[in-house]
């Protein structure tokens, strides 16, 4: 046996392996080429393109086997079938990523996600070796395919992931039978009831536009209006989306407490989610003067929140939490009130901070830790 084992592998080429390895990676990363004098910063940007990349993975073997969400062995014909999909925390910024750099993945995804439907009766919300851990919130991968579709994405089939997106909205779990019913979700229906609300509106516009493609129009007004739900737990008065009990607002309320209404968050960090209505957030403050005020507020507020103790929630200037998802399109905001010059100002504070921080975690890497 050991013999047959040298046999079979005397001709591996250890450095020749490396170097295909080397070049693929280098295929790969020059996707997007920046320049700068600052190695450093290049550093920094092509470790972070990298780490995009690490996920999600291949989960089939070499003749296209895999095992589906209902635990039997499927084959994947036409494309590659995936897991890892942490949805919640990707389809803000790392799937419309790949829409751009890596078109053929993204239908594979989809792809998947269409096959976990047929397998499963649902899309994918945080999914993992075919398992479904629902972990966070939302139906997400009809972002990810809403996304795809406006794009003109090829490779997957379009009326099938419009029914598995609407199939997956119109369930009656984790909150979705009183969403549907009174158009909001309030403590007493269930947990994390702000932010389900708010995110289940804005997946439910990404099925919209998904319908509008399609010229179903029926299903387009129908998750149109739902898309508007978000205005069901805005205070017109405090300027706040926060939680609703027993028909009225939960009190007290602290914009600033982090607690079982919200998911990894506060009333602060979630008031601001309605990236498929901005006109209409602008227009309930009562113009852009007035917006413009409330998100000066959150970044000049006391950098500390109240209740419970959430890892998550780092990073904080005022009370936009760099660190964690629901904050990253806020300083993009001052963009859409004609006031690029502020959203310029917060992308460089919160730059220099992670520059400093990488080259601090450089300095570590060479010298130890000696000097920390």
Not at 97 to 111: F, G
Not at 188 to 216: G, N, R
Not at 228 to 243: A, S, V, Y
Not at 295 to 318: A, C, H, P, Y
Request: hydrophobic share 35%.
């Amino acid at each position: 046996m050991e013999q047959r084992e040298f046999n079979r592998n005397q001709h591996w080429d250890f450095e020749k392996v490396h170097q295909e390895t080397v070049a693929l990676w280098n295929k790969e990363l020059s996707k997007i080429e920046v320049t700068s004098d600052d190695k450093d910063k290049l550093a920094i940007f092509y470790t972070a393109l990298y780490h995009t990349m690490m996920q999600p993975n291949i989960a089939q073997d070499i003749d296209g086997k895999y095992r589906g969400r209902d635990n039997q062995i499927h084959t994947a014909e036409g494309f590659d079938y995936y897991t890892v999909f942490s949805l919640w925390d990707t389809f803000r910024a790392a799937h419309p990523l790949y829409t751009l750099i890596d078109k053929k993945r993204t239908a594979d995804y989809i792809n998947t996600f269409i096959k976990q439907y047929e397998q499963g009766g649902r899309l994918p919300v945080w999914e993992l070796a075919s398992n479904e851990t629902d972990c966070m919130i939302g139906y997400h991968s009809v972002s990810v395919i809403a996304d795809a579709m406006v794009k003109g994405i090829k490779g997957f089939d379009y009326e099938k992931a419009f029914e598995a997106s609407k199939a997956s909205a119109m369930r009656d779990v984790l909150g979705l039978e009183a969403y549907k019913k009174n158009g909001f979700i309030s403590i007493d229906d269930d947990h994390e009831s702000v932010s389900k609300t708010v995110e289940y509106a804005y997946d439910d516009w990404c099925i919209a536009q998904m319908a509008m493609l399609l010229d179903k129009k029926e299903d387009y007004h129908y998750f149109k209006k739902r898309s508007q739900n978000w205005k069901n737990l805005f205070d017109w008065e405090t300027g706040f989306i926060r939680p609703k009990k027993n028909g009225g607002w939960d009190n007290p309320f602290d914009p600033r407490e982090v607690n079982n209404n919200f998911t990894e968050g506060n009333a602060w960090q979630y008031t601001f989610f309605v990236p498929q209505d901005i006109k209409g957030m602008i227009e309930a403050y009562g113009g852009n003067d007035k917006f413009e005020s409330k998100l000066d507020e959150m970044f000049n507020s006391e950098s500390k929140t109240t209740g419970r103790e959430q890892v998550d929630v780092t990073g904080l200037i005022g009370q936009y939490a760099h660190g964690n998802e629901p904050s990253h399109h806020m300083a993009y905001l001052y963009n859409y009130i004609g006031k690029p010059e502020k959203t310029n100002e917060k992308c460089s504070i919160v730059g220099e901070r992670r520059l400093f921080r990488k080259k601090r975690e450089i300095i570590k890497n060479k010298i130890g830790n000696t000097l920390y």
